[in-house]
């Protein structure tokens, strides 16, 4: 039966794909920090304190520094070719690459919790397009509160502004899955034989989080040290010369441990020379790596008499890591691709 003639145009139906990341600012400038930084730091799952207290810390002497302070340290790591964050530079290749591997079966798009592009506007122009049927991939091992489900919030709130929605499956945390570790101890031992020499010691070091959130139920910090267990295991590493740690801790309350910065600083008082960090909470890097992990953490090593700190690089885009997304995505899309 032909529609009426004043009948809205029906795309034809396809299936989605939808990587998520965290986040990144636009630009260097002052603003463009603040706007990221505000809707970052504004995020009640991210910080749980009473929203008008919060706002007016917040709105008050944290925006008015804290931005040119952050813009300092993405100016270190900054794509200067592209002006743009390595973090969007990397998700957009893995985007590229599995819209290669799927070809014309999947649409493959990426969206930032924060910043652009939006989960909001990429899940609308996607249904408009006929992605009537999408699958969401938060780039993050190990599920958190303030990562993983702010990242549902926000498909939640996206989803109840539509009066016709898509569906939407959002892929599980693959912190202990056999695949990924199998694949991260890959990566990781091969970048350890490509240095001069073996690290004394390798670092997993994770993003924190307010040991609160621990006791509150959140399941990261448990999750993290699976990972870090399982990493060890699969490299064959001795306990003694793998330790995991927590970095990027903000504000007076106490963080899950150890401290990062205060177990580098330790490594280095006691002796030891050389240490590799590997980031497995990030797939992709991002300034948490390349500025506060690969300068910082440097600097505080050397500062406390070690030799030289190598950060491991994270998946990325490198084959290894796109065999492991192509697999998370495959799994999720059962049952929609032939």
Known sequence: MPTPPDH?????????LLLINLGTPDALDYWSMRRYLGEFLSDKRVVELPKILWQLILQGPILTFRPKKSAAAYRQIWNNKLDESPLRTITREQTESLQKRFGDSVRVEFAMRYGNPSIPSVINQM?????????????YPQYASSTTGSVVDKIGDTLKAMRWQPTIRVSPPFYDDPEYIQILAKSVKQQIERLDEEPDVLVASFHGVPKEYLMKGDPYHCQCQKTGRLLREALGWPEEQFRVAFQSRFGPKEWLKPYADELIAELGHEGVKRVAVVSPAFFSDCVET???????????????????????????ASEEGMVILEYI????????LD
């Not at 809205?8 to 989605?16: A, C, D, M, N």
């Open 8 to 16: 809205p145009t029906v795309p034809k139906p396809k299936l989605g």
């Open 127 to 139: 249904f408009d397009d006929g992605c009537w049927k999408i699958v969401c991939i938060p780039l």
């Open 290 to 316: 390349l500025e506060e992990i690969a300068i910082g953490l440097n600097e505080t090593f050397i500062q406390a008499g070690g030799d030289q700190l190598v950060a491991l690089d994270c998946l990325n």
């Open 329 to 336: 995505a495959r799994r999720e899309l059962r049952g929609w």
